[in-house]
């Protein structure tokens, strides 16, 4: 499966935000199995990463959230956002799981 602007345009209309695991590796490697599974360390990793970062908060970098995959939206992606939702996410799963 890839990850099309089309698929993106859909994903930015839902409210509350989604979060999207996906594989692109044909047939999957069991990357998303392994990061549901450890979801909590993975978005408090993410969060660390983008949180620290010294790029704009308006903007992004190959520091946080930019790779070769994704240029056809660097201009679109927020370092900011990507953050608060972050920080909000690692809340509720503290809330849950004490
Ligand atoms: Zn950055």
């Known amino acids: 499966m890839s ?3 089309q698929d993106w345009k859909h994903l930015t209309r839902l409210k509350p935000p989604a979060l999207v695991l996906f594989d692109n590796v044909p047939g999957g490697a069991g990357h998303v199995r392994r990061v549901a599974q450890r979801l909590r360390d993975v978005a408090q990793a993410a969060w660390d990463r983008v949180a620290r970062c010294e790029c704009g908060a308006e903007t992004s970098g190959y520091e946080c959230l930019r790779n070769f995959y994704n240029q056809w939206c660097h201009d679109q992606l927020q370092r900011g956002p990507a953050r608060d939702f972050l920080a909000a ?4 799963e503290k809330g849950h799981k004490g």
Not at 89 to 92: A, D, K
């Open 3 to 5: 990850f099309s602007e």
């Open 89 to 92: 996410l690692n809340q509720q």
